[in-house]
């Protein structure tokens, strides 16, 4: 019998360890285009993945389970949060069905894992046990016998995350604009890793043309806030100095008549947060920045709004004058008396993961190719980023020199999140220790 866990799933599912050519148990093609998000919140596994359905794209939630029934055991067809999961993804089906129901009587297609697993996973899947990534010892192939690499591979993986997001922003411009896939992606970095989904879902159920609509129609940044607050449910949850500043100034009577309030439901986790961090103040944060890109009648776009900072002349390409720039724009006073100007630290992750990929991403499209290797450029030479903890774990391997050397760059820190992710997360280490021969030839040519 083989002894695994969900977590080795969903590695092979979010790096498509499986077979090109993939049939659900209802006989339909699957082609997956994005895996989508690993979710370590309640919800689904995976969030806004894109899959093709018999020739259909199709965007939403997988869920996965060892065995199919674990979707009822788990009582996922009585919770509505699973209603947007698209594919239900499992090692073996064993209910007989070819369909899994979700408590809305939906049918979701059955993909079982069991028969598509590629050959490069198979040995090491029948190896796999219930063990968590745990640090054992000061002790690592990679970081101990490769250390003149180091910097040289970890630079190639922080390039194969930039690859990743590109993909991931390619695949999802086929259902919004640039204008929405920017406001999600801002929202989604204003939630932090708690409340990340949540911002999504209000950027989903808000989009950025709505917010457009309503400030050509004359209505003020505190209606919108009114209107974002109220819908999120989270006008029940204001801190006290946003409650007696504002007061009466957010009231209902925009949203009723602007708006009709569904039954969107929202997940904010507001246990043991920082009062700095709390989502109303993030939310407050954020909208200055996309009310003034909506507002301005130059623009009237947020993606206008943000080439603005990549507007630059040949003498001033540095990367410290860009983030200088950046940093002036984005963090703004948006309220008297509440000081809720977003930190160096958060805009900076806000440029690397959100705006860089997908400014490259429009310079692509649009055949603007000084502006592609710019927005290149500042991925590669971007400084070290606040540390995480997966950034923390994974620098206890290695030396003093080579961490200095790690600490002075951005993208050496992707790599290391990028290897975490691949590989140690799920001790994969044979699979990293075989990679290396690529990469080493890769950085040879």
């Known amino acids: ?84 999961v698209i594919l239900h993804v499992v090692f073996s089906n064993k209910s007989g069905l070819p369909y899994t129901i979700k408590e809305n009587g939906e049918l979701t297609p059955i993909l079982q894992m069991n028969n598509i697993l590629s050959t490069d996973i198979e040995k090491l899947f029948k190896e796999s046990n219930e063990e968590q990534f745990v640090e054992k010892e000061k002790f690592c192939t990679l970081f101990s016998s490769q250390s003149h690499w180091i910097p040289q591979i970890l630079t190639e993986y922080g390039k194969e995350r930039f690859e990743r997001k590109v993909k991931r922003f390619l695949a999802e411009l086929s259902f919004c604009s640039f204008d929405q896939l920017l406001y999600q992606g801002i929202f989604e970095s204003l939630g932090y890793a708690n409340n990340k989904f949540p911002f999504y879902q209000l950027a989903k159920q808000v989009p950025y043309i709505k917010i457009q609509t309503y400030i050509n129609q004359g209505f003020n940044k505190i209606d919108i806030l009114s209107l974002l607050l109220h819908l999120s449910g989270l006008i029940n949850y204001l801190p006290s100095q946003v409650e007696s ?136 030479d971007f400084p070290s980023l606040a540390d995480n903890s997966i950034n923390s774990t994974m ?29 140690c997360e799920n001790h994969l280490c044979e699979f990293c220790t075989n990679k290396l021969d690529d990469i080493k030839a890769r950085i040879v040519l």
């Open 395 to 423: 620098r206890k391997y290695l030396t003093e020199d080579i961490e200095d050397k790690i600490s002075k760059k951005a993208i050496m820190q992707q790599g290391l999140i990028q290897i975490y992710h691949n590989y």
């Open 1 to 84: 019998m083989i002894d695994f866990n969900e977590k080795f799933l969903y590695h092979i599912w979010d790096q498509q360890h499986l077979l090109f050519e993939k049939k659900t148990d209802c006989g339909k093609d699957i082609k997956v285009i994005f895996a989508g998000h690993l979710n370590r919140a309640k919800g689904p596994d995976f969030r806004n993945a894109i899959i093709d359905i018999d020739g259909t794209e199709i965007q939403g939630d997988i869920e996965i389970h060892i065995n199919s029934y674990d979707w009822k055991a788990h009582n996922h067809h009585e919770d509505p949060n699973y209603n947007n």
């Open 245 to 380: 500043i504002l007061g009466t100034q957010i009231q209902d009577s925009f949203v009723k008549q602007n708006y009709v309030i569904s039954d969107y439901h929202y997940d904010w986790n507001l246990f043991r947060l920082r009062p700095i961090n709390h989502p109303v103040l993030r939310l407050i944060q954020g909208l200055d920045f996309i009310y003034d890109s909506a507002l301005s009648m130059h623009e009237n776009s947020l993606t206008k709004h943000i080439l603005k900072l990549f507007s630059f002349e040949k003498d001033n390409l540095s990367v410290s004058a860009f983030r200088k720039r950046s940093h002036l724009a984005i963090s703004k006073q948006t309220i008297e008396g509440l000081n809720t100007r977003l930190g160096i630290s958060r805009i900076d992750l806000m440029l690397i993961n959100i705006i860089i990929p997908l400014v490259y991403i429009y310079a692509q499209k649009m055949d603007y190719p000084d502006l592609q290797v710019y927005a290149y450029d500042l991925f590669m």
